[in-house]
């Protein structure tokens, strides 16, 4: 799949993003999506289509809290959802920038 990223493996065009292109990013990360992930990723780009913002993990942690489920919506779930970092993964899975506040 030929697409433009950024040196981080962010999409340079948002409008490049498609459930396909989820899949491959996901491939990239040896993660593979299952419907859990997709809650997250739909709740994000419902999140940022609405605000503008990518969020960090306590507003990332929230958002699943309210449009998925409070039982999943805390840090160890998405830990195992998105190793390592779990706001700046799903960001760059949904297609979105870089959480401004994560390091």
């Given amino acids: 799949m030929q697409l433009e990223t950024d040196k981080e493996g962010y999409l340079k065009h948002l409008n490049d993003w498609t459930p396909e292109v989820a899949q491959w990013l ?5 993660i593979t999506l299952k419907v859990e992930h997709w809650e997250v990723i739909n709740a994000l780009r419902v999140f940022y289509a609405n605000t503008g913002i990518s969020p960090a ?27 390592g ?8 899975i949904a297609g979105l920038p870089r959480p401004t506040n994560c390091l």
């Fill in 26 to 30: 996901a491939q990239s990360e040896n």
């Fill in 57 to 83: 993990m306590r507003i990332l942690v929230k958002i699943v809290q309210q449009n998925v489920s409070i039982d999943k919506g805390n840090s160890i779930h998405l830990l195992t959802l998105f190793p």
């Fill in 85 to 92: 970092s779990p706001a700046k993964l799903v960001a760059k």
